[in-house]
């Protein structure tokens, strides 16, 4: 395939000039976030706890869960759990207060 | 030779005109299949990234206004309630003071280098282990605070490889079909191109009777090969009339050079007195101007057989031509005391060679007026009659018979009762030649049938255009 | 008169070279194109007689353009084996004056180049014609002989100012057919003896002194008997 070359560059101009146009403003950083870690599942945790109406059914039992499963190593979906029970827990208090 | 005539050899393929467009076809379907691509592209993550930005920019108005009422407090507070409450775990946030410490927030640090207050930026974040692609925007607030919100792009960022390799595999699968395209097209073209070539190399060869086999499809190779049998006729038909030619000169030339020949050649031998020598002499030169003239008729019957003075043709007024011709052949008759009539309509449009016209019309009278007899007639008349134009020449000489009739067309034909009259015995195959040349015929008939003699009428027969 | 014959046929220029000498010109010739075009732009000739063909690269044609592109305005007679009607054309379209086509009676040469050498040279347009007694009126169309009216026909007419334009000139059959009548192939027969002839008898009936002259083996000459 000797003609090959020229439809596939332009090909591969399509794919890197047509998605993005905002490329150029990227910055290289080594940037983490905190909200990953054990310790921001605790502090769910506790922040839970302080919450009042925290005894609710779902978000006592998304609470349990949550902590079992940070402390078992599932970090990221204990997380998730805890903050699902936080949303509910808060959305009840705007509910009724 | 023979290597020259040798069969070329198939092009290479870049060469070959079939894969040339084959290929040109495919970059048209790239571009349009990347035109496709892209307004998908600008559809889909175009759009997650327009709904991404838009949040951000609500989420930061949100958190500034919060820090308007309930100060740099309040909106640690905010930070920390909506950083809980993320489920989906997508947004950032990083608030820290004039010194730069982190107030809240889930970034782990102030990112170096960034610009100013409201610019909007792309970067690398990590975390649970992984590298995802974030968008942040830095807002100042009032008292030396500096607020980060962002969201992480993971999702859009999958969508971007989905997408890229969609377009990878599509793309491979086009110069696929393409070059299996074009490499049919090519053979394809090279199939119904061979009959045409074999045609042409066998010709380039000497076989002039070869032809283009046509097939029933009347597709553009068809047309092609029609119309190089076309003009293959048309070389046939010159070359044929260059071969009459000379068949002519070979076997009715030799004749009267002969004659000549032998004439001067006695004078010569047997002369008795310069006086006689002279005469003979002079008989000699008559006899080769008779033989140039001959020569020249036969020029013409080939110019007008062949259709080379096609190119001639021209718009003209056929009975300004004849009464033309009349008025010069009238003296004549009337030399001879024949009575000329003429009967020509008021004009007669026509598309033809003026020149031959004339002669063929001259040759007609000419003979008209040598065959007939003191006292007699000779008529010439045209008309125009259900698209046909007709010249005809009448006399009242005695005739043809109608075994002479049918050979009288053909060339040195000389009825066995004008021996005696001089003429070359071409004048009515030009005739026939310049009819053929105008797509039309010449007819032989009685001027006056049951008469004796009948006379004779030749009509030059003519379609109109 | 002086005239540069371009000829490459040894045998043809060698004839026609005598012929023109024993009528009392004086002939320059040269075998090729090339010579021909140098001998005619550096010499001054009255007149060229050129073969259509010629060896060397410059063929007639050739030539007579080039000299014509330079401003030379000698009159040219064609020699040419060339007889068809476009080839004619072509020849005259490139700047002859005439055309003659091989083989051809060396009269019908001679007539050709001294009607063509004796062109009047002003344009001023002339409107009558006079031989002898014989008066002919380019503007009225009318012809007198010692005053006396004679009717002739539009075609005669023409005949009779071309005889009149080359008065003691030799005009061949050959060129009243073409000048006259336009025709440019070969009528076979005499009709142009029958034509002077109807036209001679009306110019001279009742005078005693013919003015149009039959010469022998070549034309017709109209003069004053001298």
């Keep these: ?97 | ?465 | 008169m002086r005239i540069l014959l371009v000829e490459d046929d040894v045998e043809v220029a060698r004839f026609v070279k005598k012929g023109l000498q024993e009528a009392g010109h004086t002939v320059e010739h040269a075998p090729n194109g090339r010579e021909g075009l140098f001998l005619a732009a550096s010499e001054s000739f009255d007149m060229l007689v050129l073969d259509r063909m010629l060896p060397g690269g410059v063929d007639g044609v050739r030539l007579v353009e080039t000299l014509r592109g330079q401003g030379n305005r000698t009159p040219v007679l064609f020699l040419s084996a060339l007889s068809a009607v476009d080839e004619r054309v072509k020849g005259l379209k490139a700047g002859g004056d005439d055309y003659l086509v091989k083989p051809f009676a060396f009269a019908e040469l001679l007539a050709r180049v001294e009607a063509l050498g004796r062109r009047p040279s002003s344009e001023a347009p002339v409107t009558k014609l006079r031989v002898a007694d014989l008066e002919l009126d380019l503007l009225s169309r009318t012809v007198t002989r010692s005053g006396k009216r004679i009717d002739v026909q539009p075609r005669e007419f023409r005949l009779l100012e071309h005889l009149m334009r080359h008065a003691g000139q030799v005009v061949t059959r050959t060129m009243l057919l073409e000048k006259v009548w336009d025709y440019h192939f070969d009528p076979q027969t005499n009709v142009i003896d029958v034509h002077v002839s109807r036209l001679r008898q009306k110019l001279d009936k009742g005078f005693d002194k013919p003015l149009i002259h039959t010469v022998r083996n070549a034309g017709y000459m109209i003069r004053a008997e001298g």
């Design chain 1, 1 to 97: 395939m000797p003609a090959a070359p020229a439809p596939f560059a332009f090909a591969l101009a399509v794919l890197l000039v047509l998605p993005n146009p905002a490329r150029a403003e990227h910055q290289p950083q080594d940037l983490r976030l905190t909200t990953d870690t054990l310790e921001y599942c605790h502090a769910l945790a506790r922040r839970l706890e302080s919450m009042p109406g925290h005894m609710e059914p779902t978000p006592r039992l998304l609470g349990q869960q949550g902590r079992r499963l940070c402390a078992r190593g599932h970090v990221k979906t204990g997380i998730a759990r805890l903050r699902r029970a936080i949303r509910i827990t808060a959305g009840k208090q705007s509910d009724g207060g």
């Design chain 2, 1 to 465: 030779m023979s290597e020259r005539l040798a069969r070329p050899p198939p092009p290479r393929l870049l060469q070959s005109a079939a894969f040339r467009f084959a290929l040109l076809f495919m970059v048209i379907f790239s571009v349009a299949a990347g035109l496709l691509v892209a307004v998908l592209w600008w559809g889909t993550a175009g759009a997650i990234d327009r709904q991404t930005v838009a949040a951000i920019r609500a989420d930061t108005l949100a958190l500034m206004d919060r820090h308007r009422d309930a100060g740099p407090l309040g909106l640690v507070e905010s930070i920390e309630d909506r950083m809980a409450q993320d489920a989906e775990a997508v947004t950032i946030y990083l608030l820290v003071d004039s010194d730069g410490r982190k107030l809240a927030g889930n970034l782990e640090h102030w990112p170096a280098g960034i610009a100013g207050d409201g610019t909007w930026f792309r970067t690398e974040l990590h975390h649970d282990g992984a590298t995802s692609e974030a968008r942040i925007h830095r807002r100042d607030l009032p008292g030396g605070l500096r607020l980060l919100v962002g969201r992480d792009e993971s999702e859009r960022t999958q969508l971007d490889i989905v997408m890229a390799e969609g377009m990878a595999w599509s793309l491979g699968a086009i110069l696929m079909v393409g070059a299996i395209g074009a490499s049919l097209v090519r053979n394809a073209l090279q199939r119904r191109m061979a009959p045409a070539m074999l045609t042409a190399q066998g010709i380039a060869a000497g076989d002039l009777a070869r032809r283009v086999p046509v097939s029933l499809r009347h597709d553009e190779f068809d047309q092609l090969g029609a119309t190089m049998n076309a003009m293959l006729d048309r070389i046939e038909a010159l070359m044929s009339g260059v071969r009459s030619v000379s068949d002519a000169i070979a076997h009715d030339l030799r004749t009267p050079i002969a004659r000549a020949r032998g004439k001067l050649e006695e004078a010569l031998a047997a002369a008795r007195s310069e006086e006689r020598l002279r005469a003979a002499v002079e008989e000699g030169i008559a006899d080769l101007d008779n033989i140039s003239r001959i020569f020249q008729a036969l020029l013409r019957i080939a110019e007008a057989e062949a259709g080379a003075r096609r190119a001639a043709f021209a718009p003209l007024d056929l009975s300004a031509v004849l009464s033309d011709a009349a008025e010069f052949y009238e003296a004549m008759a009337e030399a001879r005391n024949q009575h000329f009539e003429t009967s020509l309509p008021e004009q007669l449009d026509l598309v033809g060679d003026r020149d031959l016209l004339l002669q063929a019309v001259a040759n007609l009278l000419d003979n008209a007026i040598k065959f007939t007899p003191p006292g007699g007639v000779v008529r010439l008349s045209a008309r125009c009659d259900a698209g046909v134009a007709e010249i005809a020449v009448e006399d009242s000489g005695p005739g043809l018979s109608p075994s002479d009739r049918e050979r009288a067309l053909d060339r040195f034909f000389r009825a066995d009762v004008s021996r005696n009259t001089p003429g070359s015995g071409l004048g009515l195959s030009l005739v026939r030649a310049v009819a053929q040349l105008h797509g039309g015929e010449v007819r032989l008939e009685d001027a006056q049938p049951g008469f004796t003699p009948p006379g004779l009428r030749v009509s030059l027969r003519m379609p109109l255009p």
